[in-house]
């Protein structure tokens, strides 16, 4: 459980951290800058998911005696419990990000999606 909770922590931490980068560089300020830090984010985020879980599952393998099975079970047990502490430590952030750090975010997403969609020619 420790285990799960720390490489929890690690992913939300470390894509906490690319937000915040994202946020103090500028591309949370304007509408059509905010679209490729999604997609950059996305990537990266998935990038840091998919590291901190081979690691998290590798030393939990490593931590488990000999006699035990490490099988699919047990893999994937140890994913779903680092994802979910991923996922509450995120939700804490994005609810401090939305109504502390960046209270104008929903507002630059509206809009961000209002472009895309004149972009396709549609009208208001």
Request: proline share 2%.
């Amino acid at each position: 459980m420790k285990l799960s909770l720390t490489y929890g922590f690690f992913i939300a931490l470390a894509t906490s951290l690319l937000s915040l980068g994202f946020f103090f560089t500028g591309y949370h300020d304007d509408a059509s800058k905010l679209q490729t830090a999604q997609n950059v984010g996305l990537v990266l985020g998935i990038v840091i998911a998919v590291v901190c879980l081979l690691m998290g599952m590798r030393e939990k393998r490593e931590l488990t005696p000999a006699k035990d099975n490490w099988g699919y079970s047990s893999a994937l047990g140890t994913g779903v419990m680092i994802g979910l502490f991923a996922a509450i430590f995120s939700t804490i952030y994005t609810y401090c990000y939305f109504n502390f750090i960046n209270p104008n975010m929903s507002e630059l997403i509206y809009q961000m999606e209002v472009l895309k969609m004149e972009a396709k020619g549609m009208t208001d």
